[in-house]
Structures are given as structure tokens and as C-alpha cells.
């Protein structure tokens, strides 16, 4: 009640000029500035400090409120991006609300860009306190509501990366809703045969995370399902889940975890691939490997990079480099294994490769060598090689991204298991065709500066992962962004990675851009904890920046109500009529809806029409509205 | 000396705000004339707080926001980029140069993006001159009327809507097509509101009327006739003599 007073009290502002050492008193004269405030309208106090941000200075702020009974605090200094929490907890440490305080910026925007005009910049330091004090004396003070929250998470996917935020959640004490999409968990990897960096099978791997998933008696599964709806914000998303053949759940949710996942890319019409039977794609070759279905085969060849790196894709899909060795790999070490149809006549392409066909002697040489040097015996090394000697692989590379301590070493072990690493560039990519019955590989050899061609018994194309087409949908149903290629976009690059911008939705995995399952596991891990902060605090603060409807002007009309991206309006019946509704918690304080309301019906708290008037005037004129 | 513009800036709190912080940060000078104000989102911007900046003699105004597809709230700029483009087009029918509005995009990490941009706005108001607006009161204020219009606030509002996803029939307009019955629905409401003033304290003729707001005389007719309908013009007709109108005071009206 107290705050409320200081607002309808008579302004009794203090103004604060800051020299921050020499970085505003170098170039601004920062007495004869803070002189002037003193004869600005309703100005009480004003000094100068020579780093107000340090203790003394803030203890004079504090004492200035206590002494002066100052019931408006103006900080001349630096950014509010960056000090603003400082100096308004210290506000509010000598009880003054913390909408009562402005920020002036005369670092940033006057002493450090106009180091070479002193008057200049001091006049300028003038009129941006004058435009603080115009300001000042319409702020109102403003309370943020506490908003319950509904301890209930929702995740969204059930591949590696929504198994694993659920079962952190679950295993945290939250109730989780998982939802998922297909009538089995495990979302891309039920597709792989191995995981690098090991050699594990796939299946294998996530069998035990599978497994806990459903046996945990905090995770309520949805298979076969999709979130069908959702309303509400931060701690109070009404959400209805769709089931295949089922009711419909209706559930209250706290907040949402977004993993969805991503495809492969489907190269039609690049390198032969639906034209020519042994073209196939990474995801494809993994699938006959893992089935044991791939014919037999002397000469392989891997194109890298298809469609993605600025070709029908933009980005460079992260993995394909690293799943490509993993292949090349696994096609020289475990080759028979995955071989199916090896006796049945008519599939095996028994050519041999024609080019570089190194006599046996000189490879086996070579072989012993290279044991020798690690200190191996020969004996041991070519037992090892073994299948090698039966098929070659060629890796069609733009460049290797072979990031970090594990790839480098296992792109290392790839040439040692002679595979080719054949580098070409986006001006001569190279051909797949047929020459006469031959499947081939045309390229151009950057070395040599050579057209060159491979015979070869199958292409896999290595292509980057897509955004999931239906991701714009629930792009809209969340209100998140969408970045340029239709991954979903985080709040920020560096400092938030796994936030969206809307309070109470977090993203990991392969939905927000190309990762493998150690980068997926660990977004899934931060996700889940993030997004179990509100769950465990309990509440929120309903942000105090937002908008205002006054239901004398408002018609009803629902024009904010489409303009506002966060669905935090709603048109309802009430005493006065249809009036438009702000769900306070909802309203991140865009203004949008103010700015377009035809009834100027819509106040933007603590950045009113007013307020923005009279300080626009006060940095025009030399007055004070 | 040479004549300092008065420009005033708008500027998104998550980008451009931040861009500018950037410019202080890396010491990128440029001319003092700019007077910022941080406001959340380029979308909060009505553009009757630029036209009412000019009116107060603002020599000009840059509304700066994140890049498209950047904004911190999904999409206020694009919201903004309607809304101040229309504002650009309908300052011409009140003899202000476009030019003295302006809406960029700076990110957070264009320093000197923005240092550029103020020095390339300051030099431009400086050719300019000092703004005429003085002289332009009446457009202005009749813009100020048209841009408070209901029926074009509502529209305006909804043309990000009826572009991006259609119309309650499900018709999806082209940009342009839609900028420009948008564009034509403010013009004629400023040339109502310019009647309104032009005969709030005097009778005067359709002659008048189209010779003073350099509107051809039938389009002139054709407002008066609205307003006459909607009771806000009387009508003076002595027999004999060209009728005229003159406006009729509504309680509270400015
Ligand atoms: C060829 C290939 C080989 C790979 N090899 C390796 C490897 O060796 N090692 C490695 O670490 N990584 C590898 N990866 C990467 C790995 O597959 C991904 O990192 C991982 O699968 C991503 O997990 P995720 O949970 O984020 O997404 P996904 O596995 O795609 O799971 C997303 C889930 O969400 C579901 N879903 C989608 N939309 C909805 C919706 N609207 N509602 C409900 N459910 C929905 C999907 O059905 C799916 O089950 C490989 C990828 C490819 C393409
Ligand atoms: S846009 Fe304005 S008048 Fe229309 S419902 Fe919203 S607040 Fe009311
Ligand atoms: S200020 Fe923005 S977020 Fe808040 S209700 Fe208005 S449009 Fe929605
Ligand atoms: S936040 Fe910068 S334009 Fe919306």
C-alpha cells in the first residue's frame, strides 16, 4: 500500500550523474550536467559520483532516498542492459519500488560515441536527463503477481532427447506427460545400425532409457499421440493430448519441453538417387546394415555434404561427417556381418575396381609396416584388416569435420583402414552415372586437376538432417520461434540455449538443429532443469511490464487479441459487455497490442503513450511537460 | 554554423537499443544529434507517437528493431514494418518528406551498423533542412486524426493478419495489394479530417476546399457528402449562392 502512496505523491525526484572514473567525466562535464537537473521540474536532489555503481555510490542512492525522501531515482551512467537490476535492487533495498526508478544512458549512447565534441555531448547528457525526468514523473509504481504454478511438466518427442528430459523431470518428483507421435519410443536411432563412438548397437544402447521411460511411475506415456491444443502460460498450460482411437487427456501443465526431433533430407534428383538401384542414403545404409541386408560389395563410395553446406540447405549438418567415418569404418571392419544376400547369385557386383588396384604384395608391406611403428606384430595387424583387402571405400569429402578429441582419432583410424578421403569443391561436384551397366562415380581431382572416374557398387549420400515439416504447426500452437531453416530458435545463442524467448517452453535435440545423442543428451538434461525451476519454486512473477485494458474505451473487437503473439489476450463477457482480458502472466509487454488497439483502449504499463510523448518532447524542447 | 537536426529514437530494447550499446563499446563516433528512447519492441510504436514527435518538431524519427524473423516477441517488427510504412507514405500527403521517418533493423552486435546509420539519418535531415511541420500543422494534425480512425486502426492492425493468414474467408491477400487498400483507406480519411479542420472555424466551398487541399473537387463532393452523413459537416445554402459547410463541433473534440 505504501508504494501505491509514493505514486500519487508529488514527484520528488533525485538525479544521479555518474563520471564512471573518466569514461563519462573524460568527455562530459558531468558537474554542470548534474547542476542543471537541479533545475529541472520536481528535481529535489542531484549530485554527481564518481562510479555510482560501487558501494559509496549506492549507499548514496540510498541515503538520498532516506534524507531526501525521494520518491523517483534517475541514474545518469551507463546501460540498462546491463545495470538496470543493480541500481533498482538498491531502489528497492531503501524501499522505493522499482518501477520508480530510471535510467539515464549517457555512457553508451553520449560519452563514449561523442569523444571528440565535449559541449556537444554535455548538452546532450542535459537533454537525456531532462527526457528521464519527463519520464519519471509519470512513472507509476507497479507490483509483479505472484502466479501459481501446475507442478506437471510435458515433453514432446520421445526420441533419445524427450526420453531423457522426461526421466529427469520424473526422477526429480515432477509428474510428466510424454507425448509422442509414433507407437514406439526411440524416435531417429530405431532407424540406426551403431552409434559412433562406439560400436554398440543402436538398439542396444537405448534399450535400458527405453525401458525406465515406461517403467517410471512419474511418466504418463502417450503413444500414437500429439498435442492437439494449448492454452494458457508459465504454469498453467491446459493442454489436450490427442491419442489414436483414444479420449482425448486433458492435462494442466506447468511447462513444456519441445523435442520433436528431425528427418533426414531426401536428395531427389541429386547423384542418380531414385534413378539408380545402389544409390542410398546414410540413413538407408544404416537400415540394410542393421537388417543385414546389403548386397555384396567391392567398391563403395560415400558423397558427403549432399544438399546441405549452401547447396539445397544452407548449414553443415554437424553429424554426417562423423557418421560417414563411422560407416566407412564399419564397412572395412564388420563388412561380412552385415552381409545378407552374399550367396545369393545375380546381386553381387564382382567387378574389380580397375583404378589404383596396388598389388598385394606392396599393400601387405605397407600393412606390416604401419603394425611395426606401433609396435604391433604384422601377424596381429592383418588379421585385423582382414575384410579390407575385399572392398574399397572412398569418402567424397568437401572437408572433414572431424570436431574434437574422439572424431579426430577415429577419422585417424579410418586411414588407417585405407579409407580414401577424396576431397572436392561446391564448383566440381561430383557425378553419379551409369557406364553401361556400371554404376560410377565421375570427379574431379583437385590435386592432380584431372577428371577422373571410379567405378563402384553403391553410393550413400550423405545428407543433413531437416526440421520436421509439421514443426511450424507447433510452432504456432506454442508461440516460438522458428529460425531461417525451420529449426526451432532459441532465446539466446550463447547465454540460453535451451530457453525459448516465451517463459515456461525449453527445446533440445535434434528440433532445434543438427546434434548427435552426447550433444541431445545433454540439451535434454539442461531442458529438463530449466525447465524444473518455476516447477519446484512453484510460482512466477507475472511480469509488471505489460498491458492494461481500460474497459470504459475497449469495444471488444479482439484485434489485440490477434496481434499479440503470445495468445495473452482473451475477449470475455463481463459487467460492462465483451471486453478484451489480459492474462497477466501470459503478457510479455511488447506493446504490440497497444500499438494497435483502435480504441487506444490498450495502456503499455511503465511505457504509456504519455510516457513516451513527453519524453520524446522533453529530448526535442527544452521543456517539461 | 551548420543546422543540427532534432532526431529522436526509437529503439527495441533487444536489439537495436543493444546495437547502439555496442557503438558506445566500441568507441564508433557519430554526430550528437540523436535523442534515443528505449521502448520494448519496435511493435509498440503507433505511429501517432511519431506523427505527434514531428508535430512537436521533431526534424526526424528512426524506429530501429531487431532483423525479420529476429524479434524478441516472434514478430512486433514486422508488425512495425506495416504500421511505419504506411506512416512513411501518408507524411507525403501532408507535404513532410517520407524520408524523415525511418525504420531500420539493427542486431545486438551491429556497433557500427548503427554508428553508420545515425551519421547517414543526421546527414540526410541536414539536406533536408530544418522540418516544415510548423507550416504543415493542419496536414499533421488531420494525419493525427486519421491514424486515431477506428476503422483504419483496425485495419491496419489486421493487415499483418489478412496477409500471413488470410481473411475470415480464407482469402489471402497480396502484400501489396493489401498496402495498397490500406494506403487508399487512409487517404481518404485524411483528406476527411483535413475537411473537418479546413471548416472548423469558417464556412467554406467545394471550390475552396479542392483548391486549398489539392484534391479534385468531385473526390471533395464525395467527402462532404460521408460527413454530412455521419452529421459532423452543416450546411450553409442561401439561394443563389454556392452552398458551404463548416464542421460541427462535437463535445470534447480537439
Ligand atoms: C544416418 C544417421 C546416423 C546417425 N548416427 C549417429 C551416431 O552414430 N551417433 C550419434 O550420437 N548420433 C547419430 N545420429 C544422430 C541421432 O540420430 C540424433 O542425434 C538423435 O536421434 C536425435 O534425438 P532426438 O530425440 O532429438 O530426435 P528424434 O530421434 O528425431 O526423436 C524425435 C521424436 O519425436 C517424435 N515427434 C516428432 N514430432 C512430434 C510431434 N509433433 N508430436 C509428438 N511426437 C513427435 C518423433 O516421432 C520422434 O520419435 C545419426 C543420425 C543419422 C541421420
Ligand atoms: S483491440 Fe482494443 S478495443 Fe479491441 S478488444 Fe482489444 S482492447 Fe478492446
Ligand atoms: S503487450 Fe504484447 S504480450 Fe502483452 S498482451 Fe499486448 S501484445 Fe500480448
Ligand atoms: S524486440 Fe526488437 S523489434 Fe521486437
Known amino acids: 500500500m505504501a508504494e501505491k502512496n509514493e505514486t500519487k505523491d508529488k514527484p520528488r525526484i533525485g538525479v544521479f550523474v555518474c563520471h564512471c572514473g573518466s569514461n563519462i567525466g573524460g568527455f562530459v562535464d558531468v558537474p554542470s550536467v548534474a547542476e542543471y537537473a537541479k533545475t529541472l521540474p520536481d528535481v529535489v536532489y542531484a549530485t554527481d559520483n564518481l562510479y555510482t555503481c560501487a558501494d559509496d555510490g549506492l549507499t548514496a542512492i540510498r541515503e538520498g532516498i532516506r534524507k531526501h525522501n525521494l520518491n523517483r531515482v534517475i541514474v545518469a551512467s551507463c546501460t540498462p542492459r546491463t545495470h538496470a537490476p543493480l541500481f533498482q535492487a538498491t531502489c528497492e533495498s531503501a524501499g522505493l519500488n522499482k518501477y520508480l526508478f530510471t535510467f539515464v544512458n549517457i555512457r553508451e549512447h553520449c560519452s563514449w560515441v561523442h569523444m571528440k565534441e565535449k559541449d556537444k555531448a554535455t548538452r546532450k547528457a542535459r537533454d537525456l536527463i531532462r527526457m528521464g525526468v519527463a519520464r519519471a514523473r509519470l512513472l507509476e509504481a507497479q507490483e509483479e503477481a505472484k502466479v501459481d504454478v501446475a507442478a506437471t511438466g510435458l515433453v514432446i518427442g520421445g526420441g533419445v532427447s524427450g526420453m531423457t528430459a522426461a526421466l529427469s523431470l520424473a526422477d526429480m518428483g515432477f509428474p510428466v506427460h510424454l507425448v509422442e507421435k509414433e507407437g514406439e519410443l526411440g524416435g531417429f536411432v530405431k532407424n540406426l545400425n551403431n552409434l559412433y563412438v562406439t560400436e554398440k548397437s543402436a538398439t542396444e544402447t537405448i534399450k535400458p532409457l527405453i525401458e525406465k521411460v515406461k517403467a517410471h511411475k512419474n511418466i504418463k506415456l502417450h503413444l500414437n499421440s500429439t498435442m492437439k491444443s494449448v492454452e494458457g502460460f508459465i504454469g498453467n498450460y491446459n493442454v489436450v493430448i490427442g491419442t489414436k482411437g483414444e479420449e482425448d487427456t486433458k492435462a494442466k501443465i506447468g511447462t513444456i519441453i519441445v523435442a520433436t526431433g528431425a528427418l533426414e533430407f531426401v536428395p531427389e534428383g541429386l547423384y542418380g538417387y531414385n534413378q539408380y538401384p545402389n544409390v542410398v542414403t546414410l540413413t538407408e545404409f544404416e537400415i540394410l546394415c542393421k537388417k543385414k541386408t546389403l548386397p555384396k560389395l567391392k567398391n563403395v563410395a560415400f558423397v558427403q555434404c549432399v544438399g546441405s553446406r549452401g547447396q539445397n540447405k544452407s548449414y553443415c549438418s554437424r553429424i554426417c561427417c562423423n557418421v560417414g567415418i563411422k560407416n566407412a569404418i564399419n564397412i572395412v571392419d564388420n563388412y561380412e556381418n552385415m552381409l545378407g544376400l552374399m550367396e545369393k547369385a545375380g546381386t553381387v557386383v564382382e567387378k574389380i575396381p580397375v583404378e589404383q588396384k596396388v598389388p598385394d604384395e606392396i599393400l601387405d608391406r605397407r600393412r606390416r609396416r604401419r603394425g611395426r611403428e606401433r609396435g604391433e606384430e604384422g601377424e596381429a595387424e592383418e588379421a585385423k584388416l582382414g575384410p579390407s583387402e575385399k572392398i574399397e571405400v572412398t569418402v567424397f569429402n568437401r572437408d572433414v569435420m572431424a570436431y574434437g578429441v574422439e572424431h579426430e582419432l577415429t577419422y585417424n583410424k579410418s586411414r588407417e583402414k585405407r579409407v580414401k578421403f577424396v576431397r572436392y569443391t561446391p564448383e566440381h561436384l561430383p557425378r553419379v552415372y551409369m557406364e553401361g551397366n556400371q554404376l560410377t562415380v565421375g570427379y574431379f581431382h583437385e590435386t592432380l586437376k584431372l577428371e577422373r572416374t571410379m567405378p563402384v557398387d553403391m553410393v550413400i549420400l550423405a545428407t543433413p538432417l531437416v526440421a520436421q515439416p509439421d514443426a511450424g504447426e507447433l510452432s504456432q500452437m506454442l508461440k516460438v520461434p522458428l529460425g531461417q531453416e525451420g529449426f526451432f530458435l532459441e532465446a539466446h545463442v550463447k547465454l540460453r540455449p535451451v530457453d525459448f524467448a516465451t517463459d515456461g517452453i525449453y527445446v533440445c535435440g535434434t528440433c532445434r538443429g543438427p546434434s548427435d545423442i552426447t550433444e541431445c543428451v545433454t540439451q535434454a538434461a539442461a531442458a529438463a532443469s530449466r525447465a524444473a525451476i518455476p516447477l519446484s519454486k512453484g510460482y512466477v512473477l507475472a511480469e509488471a511490464i505489460a498491458s492494461e485494458v481500460n474497459t470504459d474505451l475497449c469495444v471488444g473487437c479482439g484485434i489485440c487479441a490477434t496481434l499479440c503473439p503470445y495468445s495473452a489476450i482473451t475477449v470475455e463477457r463481463g459487467p460492462k459487455g465483451m471486453k478484451a482480458v489480459v492474462i497477466k502472466a501470459a503478457c510479455k509487454g511488447c506493446g504490440a497490442c497497444g500499438a494497435g488497439c483502435p480504441e487506444k483502449a490498450m495502456t503499455m504499463l511503465h511505457y504509456t503513450d504519455e510516457q513516451l510523448i513527453v519524453e520524446g518532447l522533453a529530448g526535442i524542447k527544452e521543456v517539461v511537460l | ?254
Open chain 2, 1 to 254: 554554423m551548420a543546422f543540427e537536426p532534432r532526431l529522436v529514437g526509437f529503439l527495441c530494447n533487444w536489439c537495436s537499443y543493444a546495437g547502439a550499446d555496442l557503438a558506445g563499446v566500441s568507441r564508433f563516433q557519430y554526430p550528437s544529434n540523436i535523442r534515443v528512447i528505449r521502448v520494448m519492441c519496435s511493435g509498440r510504436i503507433d505511429p501517432v507517437l511519431i506523427i505527434e514527435a514531428l508535430i512537436q518538431g521533431a526534424d526526424g524519427v528512426l524506429i530501429g528493431g531487431c532483423h525479420p524473423g529476429d524479434c524478441h516477441y516472434v514478430n512486433g517488427n514486422l508488425q512495425a514494418s506495416y504500421k511505419i510504412g504506411l506512416t512513411e507514405k501518408i507524411l507525403g500527403l501532408a507535404g513532410i518528406d517520407p524520408q524523415r521517418v525511418r525504420l531500420e533493423w539493427v542486431s545486438a552486435s551491429e556497433g557500427q551498423r548503427f554508428a553508420d546509420l545515425v551519421r547517414d539519418f543526421t546527414g540526410v535531415l541536414q539536406k533536408l533542412g530544418p522540418s516544415n511541420a510548423k507550416d504543415k500543422m493542419d496536414g499533421l494534425t488531420a494525419i493525427r486524426k486519421a491514424l486515431s480512425d477506428f476503422r483504419l486502426r483496425a485495419l491496419v492492425s489486421n493487415e499483418l493478419k489478412i496477409v500471413e493468414e488470410g481473411n475470415v474467408y480464407g482469402d489471402k491477400l497480396a502484400k501489396e495489394k493489401l498496402l495498397d487498400i490500406v494506403y487508399h483507406a487512409t487517404k481518404e480519411e485524411f483528406e476527411r479530417s483535413m475537411i473537418l479542420l479546413l471548416a472548423k472555424n469558417n464556412n467554406v466551398s467545394v471550390k475552396d476546399l479542392s483548391k486549398r487541399m489539392n484534391v479534385p473537387a468531385d473526390r471533395v463532393l464525395g467527402h462532404i457528402v460521408v460527413l454530412r452523413q455521419k452529421n459532423l459537416l452543416s450546411m450553409d445554402h442561401p439561394e443563389g449562392f454556392t452552398p458551404t459547410y463548416k464542421t460541427i463541433e462535437v463535445g470534447g473534440e480537439q
